[in-house]
Structure formats: structure tokens, C-alpha cells
């Protein structure tokens, strides 16, 4: 395929389809090349910026793929969390480095990944703390909430050691306590902690 074929195939399904992330296996069969060939197909278009290598394996537009396109295309079970999505929802100052995404997987090597958007972590959870969001692939502020503390807590971090914490009055605070009933009491008195402090 040329390049401007390339081009139209991830534009067509962009706009057709709404997909934006492509895995090796689905160029290859779009493409029909063998492994080698494709590889340096890919890396030619990345060098002429017609596409982006978003991770290992991952490839897509330039520019046109976000998080929500990406999570889901290395792990359907993950969902982003924590610090990154306190961020997204305007809760802390500090944007991060690390996208931290719970997960219900192992990902043994495949754990940390380097994007564009930052160092993606997946991070394996208890059943009885994964639960997938049901509108988006970023958690509500109010489980975004209970996710990083929990995190800070398993680390033997204080949560207002590492963000600088605002807005909070926004949480639906009835939801805050359905999540925390999930978690050990630690994380509840944290969070109770961090309230009062934003009164």
C-alpha cells in the first residue's frame, strides 16, 4: 500500500468506525505484507509523520488518537484512574507524568508502557477493588478519588505530599461513600482527612 492509501484506510475508520488505534495484526491484514515488510512500511510512515507509533505494536493518525483509544486497545479490562484522571476532572493541580490504569490482569513485562500521552502503569487489583467505569474508560472523580489514595496508601505516600488538592466541594459525596465501602478503612479516613482539610 502508499502511503495516501495508508492515509485514507486510518481516516476511513476513523470516521466510519470511530477507531483510531491499530495492533500489528490488524495492519498485517488490512495490508497483506509479511511481518518485515510491514515494519518497515509502518516506520516509513511514521517518519514521514502519516502515522503515529503511539506504543509498541500500537500505530494510528498523527494526533488522532486520545487515551480512551488507547487503554482499551492494550487492555479492554483497564480503565485509567487515580492521579492522571483527579487531573482530567480538575481535583488536583499537578499534571502527571504517569497514567495509572487499574486493571483485573496480569501484564507481567507488558506493564508500563510509554506513550505520547505519558507513562502508562497498569496496575492488577482485587476483584473486590477493580470496577470497570460504566460510562467512560476514565473513572468519576469520586472513584478516581478512592483509586489514588488507595494507591498512595499501598506506596506509604500521604496523597497531599504528591497533589495539591481543589474543587472537591464537586464531588457527589452519597457516590464517594458507595466506593469507599469497597475499600479498607485506611482509605476512608484519608479521604475524610483530605475533606476536612478543603473546608
Known amino acids: 500500500m502508499r ?22 495484526t490488524e495492519l498485517a491484514n488490512v495490508s497483506s505484507l509479511d511481518p518485515r515488510s510491514l515494519k518497515a512500511a509502518l516506520q516509513r510512515l511514521v517518519e514521514y509523520g502519516v502515522i503515529q507509533r503511539y506504543t509498541k505494536g500500537r500505530y494510528g493518525l498523527s494526533g488522532a488518537a486520545s487515551i480512551e483509544d488507547l487503554i482499551p486497545s492494550l487492555d479492554p479490562a ?13 481535583l488536583i493541580a499537578q499534571a502527571p507524568v504517569e497514567i495509572s490504569c487499574f486493571t ?3 501484564h507481567n513485562r507488558s506493564r508500563v508502557r510509554a506513550t505520547p500521552f505519558g507513562r ?19 473513572a468519576s472523580p469520586e472513584q478516581s478519588l478512592c483509586d489514588f489514595v488507595y494507591l498512595c496508601r499501598r506506596h506509604g505516600i500521604v496523597p497531599s505530599d504528591i497533589a495539591s488538592f481543589r474543587n472537591m466541594d464537586r464531588l ?10 469497597r475499600y479498607p478503612a485506611s482509605v476512608d479516613r484519608e479521604i475524610e482527612r483530605l475533606l476536612e482539610s478543603q473546608l
Not at 502508562?120 to 476514565?138: G, H, L, N, Q, T
Request: hydrophobic fraction near 35%; glycine fraction near 4%.
Open 172 to 181: 457527589n459525596t452519597d457516590q464517594l461513600q458507595t466506593y469507599l465501602k
Open 120 to 138: 502508562i502503569v497498569f496496575v492488577c487489583v482485587a476483584a473486590s477493588i477493580y470496577r470497570y467505569p460504566e460510562e467512560d474508560v476514565i
Open 78 to 90: 483497564g480503565y485509567v484512574t487515580g492521579m492522571y484522571a483527579l487531573y482530567r476532572h480538575q
Open 3 to 24: 502511503a495516501i492509501e495508508w492515509q485514507q484506510f486510518f481516516q476511513e475508520q476513523r470516521d466510519k468506525h470511530g477507531k483510531a488505534v491499530f495492533t500489528i
Open 104 to 106: 483485573n490482569r496480569r
